[in-house]
């Protein structure tokens, strides 16, 4: 494969019958800039995670599937390794924080995957040795990985079909799997294009390792947000966002609950956190005038939780 950019257009049919192509709406608020929702809170498991499994997966020899798979996650990707094994009919264990919500554990239970909770210090080291002590198991990591990237990628050529006047875009800001698959299509297709991820406050790593030119460590604290935020940035990640984005947007956990609630009662859609920091900060102004689409990451948010913010 060449580049990425062939990659991604090779994953947008690798993962053609597993992810949905999803809408893109107008955002029913009164706002300037206009802004846009990539409903990826739409997919199959609730998320955009989909993609990247489902392309992973299909560069996997059947041997390695066979022995069944592994990844860390707090739950979305948890769910499309989980979604995914269940159609090949293998096994899947699930390293999460202890920190991870209950209805992304019960979502990744209700699709035959083991979970495995622990310490958040230790579930951000599996990250970094891409094992588990005792699973023996092909681990797939849920962002700093060629093909999460590039299955990723595939939102931001959705986009440019459907929205080819766009702006910018907003994209929240986790491990930068998304950001950075999605940046590095749009890099290629239409430079023009402002690219900003999305944070919160209270786990916001990238924005100062940004300014300082080198990943930093941050105070974390979890919140309802639990899709995106850590302590840190991969150095490998970093390098990546440093090339390829023109910022990030931090944002605080009451803009998130309001763009949250705003999704609720002008576009009838539930979405999570880290969706909902995306919408704050392109509401907020701060990615520039003109069109702006904000990446709907995930809806997979505790109904209990979502009806105490938006109540």
């Not at 102004?285 to 913010?309: K, P, Q, W």
Request: hydrophobic share 50%; net charge negative.
């Amino acid at each position: 494969m060449s580049t990425m950019l062939d990659a991604v257009e090779e994953a947008q049919r690798n993962i053609a019958s597993v992810a949905l192509r999803t809408p893109l709406v107008r955002c029913q608020a009164d706002s300037d800039p206009e802004v846009w929702l990539k409903l990826e809170n739409l997919q199959p498991i609730g998320s955009f995670k989909i993609r990247g499994a489902a392309n992973v997966i299909a560069h996997t020899a059947r041997e390695r599937l066979e022995r069944g798979l592994l990844t860390a996650s707090a739950g979305n990707m948890a769910q499309g390794v989980a979604f995914c094994a269940r159609r090949l009919g293998v096994p899947a264990t699930i390293v999460a924080p202890e920190t991870a919500p209950q209805t992304k554990i019960r979502a990744v239970e209700r699709l035959g995957g083991r979970v495995i909770t622990v310490p958040f210090a230790e579930w951000w080291r599996t990250f970094e040795t891409r094992s588990y002590p005792g699973v023996d198991a092909t681990f797939i990591h849920a962002f700093d990985d060629p093909h999460v990237m590039a299955g990723n990628g595939t939102i931001a050529l959705e986009l440019l079909e459907e929205l080819p006047s766009l702006d910018a875009v907003v994209i929240p800001w986790g491990g930068g799997g998304l950001a950075c698959g999605i940046a590095a299509v749009l890099r290629k297709r239409a430079a023009h294009v402002r690219i900003y991820a999305a944070e919160v406050e209270s786990a916001a790593p990238l924005a100062p390792s940004l300014a300082a030119g080198e990943p930093q460590t941050v105070d974390y604290a979890a919140s309802f947000v639990d899709g995106i935020g850590g302590k840190t940035v991969f150095p490998q990640m970093f390098a990546r966002a440093r090339e390829l984005l023109d910022g990030s947007i931090v944002v605080s956990l009451a803009d998130a609950a309001a763009a949250m609630k705003l999704a609720a009662e002008r576009n009838r859609i539930v979405i999570e956190g880290a969706a909902a920091c995306a919408l704050a900060a392109a509401l907020s102004g701060r990615a520039g005038n003109g069109a702006v689409v904000a990446i709907m990451s995930g809806g997979n948010i505790d109904l209990d939780t979502f009806a105490e913010l938006v109540g």
